[in-house]
């Protein structure tokens, strides 16, 4: 059984990602700060498949505790990183924090990574860095663009330090997915998305307005050349996001890759306005939304979706679920959270 080490594996992508390698039979190694998450959430993954991940507490950013966590596990065949801050405000207000917990950590476990045997990693990356690309849907040869926040410009650089090491240390194979827009929950309801406060995602905030939370979301914007005048963005069902980091993880290990640093975009290829998200919030739950348009939000780019060829053809993966799916586990999980 392959020992596969999942850092910030009890966040929203780690979590579902941490049940699908269990699924397939792998051995997880758990690492979490549990500064944006709850032990509880080992509970929902060991509820669901069975097995309970060994987890251990560890803050990435002490690089003498990730050096003893790798001398007591020389065995990890791969690893999944997802640790990182993820607050694009946030990150305008503390660009330092970011930089060090999203790169600093990131540096300290590449160091470890090339000394295993098997140096295999996939890194959380994000269509973030095509910022406002000229061409729908975006293909991962589009151009990156400067980034709007330091949370993104952490994803960039991310891959970058990732591809500059693959250059020089030859037996290290990387994968980076590049995210569109994650949502939803485990079709169960034993594991979804705890946003800390007020959500500035959509769809938490969708189903919180929807469960009494909220009072009434604001659509950020109605007059962008789109379809309704809502920006466009391709939501990706997490489950079919978690089973893309399988996929890939599978793709290092039996040394399907082409290049020792590869890219893949992990989305749906369908592109989807705020109204038709809330339009499929309403089919399927069956309620209707408080909502009102609400002046544009800076640093928003008017669409975004994936083209998913590569990924499709070369990662051999591709999502399943629908916008309606997505958004029915989304709302199965906040009643389940609020005791509706
Ligand atoms: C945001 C981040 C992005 C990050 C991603 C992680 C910004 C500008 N971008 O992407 O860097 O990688 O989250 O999931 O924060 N919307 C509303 N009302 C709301 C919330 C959102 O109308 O209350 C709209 C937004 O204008 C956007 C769409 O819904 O058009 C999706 O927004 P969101 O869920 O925040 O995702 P992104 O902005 O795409």
Redesign the pocket.
Known sequence: MKKILVTGGLGFIGSHTVVELQNEGFEVLLIDDLSNSSESVLDGITSITGKKPTFTKLDLKERSSVENFFKQHEDISGVIHFAAS?A??ESVEKPLLYYENNLNTLIYILKEVIGLKDSNIIFSS???VYGQAEKMPITEQAPTQPA??P??NTKQIGEEIIKDTCRASVHLKAIALRYF??IGAHSSAKIGELPIGVP????P?ITQTAAGLRDC?????DDYPTKDG??I?DYIHVVDLAKAHVIALKRLLNKDNTSNFETFNIGTGVGSS?LE?IKSFENVSGKSLNYKI?PR?E???IS?FADTEKANTKLGWKAQSSLDDAMRSAWKWEQKIRNL
């Open positions: 993820k694009v405000g994000s269509c973030t709007e926040s949370y993104g827009n994650p500035q995602n959509l769809v905030f979301l604001s659509v950020f914007g809502t920006c963005r705020v998200v609400a939000r640093g928003d780019v975004a």
